[in-house]
């Protein structure tokens, strides 16, 4: 398995400002992702980190929206930029440990609120 | 959308009791994960069950799968109070490991 902090855990913005999430991990894994769950609702993938180069963005998500980095093997940040209200969510990153380990672990989120 | 849904939505039994939440997806897939969910932290990851699998067990839980119905079942037998959560199926249907979740079910455990 792995262990999983983000930071912050939760945080109160104001619309039209950016908040950066941080996600590390205790050790080197090959996949990480990045996830909303609106309030009262399931989870929805927004993108996958690669290190070192550009994330994946699913279908409703982009870049100038959501900024994702992954400089190395143990951490990752999303931006979420611009914030309305209706980006109030928890955000959520996980991992895989291992190619062809398809389990995947979830840090503790960070919760949202924008005003 | 390919979210799965899940049923019921709600769910609230006594102690003791078993609990069966179900799961039907829409899509092929490689493998499905059961999560739970503590008053909306992070994912507790339970059990994975990949699509040669029909049936896994890990401790009290109990997880069938029919890729022929699209579906998948949690059963969690004598149940306790800490067991009350949120339950996430999530489906991986290849490429990338991405995971599609289902609609979950907010279990409830009475003593």
């Known amino acids: 398995s792995a262990v999983i902090s983000q930071k912050p855990s939760r945080d109160i913005c104001q619309r039209g400002t950016s908040?950066?999430?941080?996600?590390?991990?205790?050790?080197?894994?090959?996949?990480?992702?990045?996830?909303?769950?609106?309030?009262?609702?399931?989870?929805?993938?927004?993108?996958?980190?690669?290190?070192?180069?550009?994330?994946?963005?699913?279908?409703?998500?982009?870049?100038?929206?959501?900024?994702?980095?992954?400089?190395?093997?143990?951490?990752?940040?999303?931006?979420?930029?611009?914030?309305?209200?209706?980006?109030?969510?928890?955000?959520?990153?996980?991992?895989?440990?291992?190619?062809?380990?398809?389990?995947?672990?979830?840090?503790?989120?960070?919760?949202?609120?924008?005003? | 959308s390919q979210q799965g849904e899940e049923d019921p939505q709600a769910l609230s039994i006594q102690e003791g009791e078993n609990a069966t939440m179900n799961c039907s997806y829409k899509t092929s897939i490689n493998n499905l994960q059961w999560y739970r969910q503590n008053s909306g932290r992070g994912l507790v990851h339970l059990i994975l069950i990949r699509s040669n699998e029909r049936e896994k067990h890990s401790g009290r839980l109990r997880v069938t799968l029919d890729t022929s119905k699209k579906s998948s079942s949690l059963l969690i037998t004598a149940s306790r109070a800490a067991d009350t959560a949120s339950y996430f199926c999530a489906t991986d249907a290849g490429g990338g490991n991405k995971l599609t979740f289902g609609t979950g079910t907010q279990l409830k455990v009475e003593l």
Do not use: H
């Open chain 1, 19 to 115: 908040l950066t999430i941080q996600c590390q991990v205790d050790s080197q894994v090959t996949m990480m992702f990045w996830y909303r769950q609106q309030p009262g609702q399931s989870l929805t993938l927004i993108a996958t980190a690669n290190q070192g180069s550009e994330a994946t963005y699913e279908s409703g998500f982009v870049i100038d929206k959501f900024p994702i980095s992954r400089p190395n093997l143990t951490f990752s940040t999303l931006t979420v930029s611009n914030m309305s209200p209706e980006d109030s969510s928890i955000y959520l990153c996980s991992v895989t440990v291992a190619t062809g380990r398809e389990t995947q672990y979830f840090g503790p989120g960070t919760r949202l609120l924008v005003l």
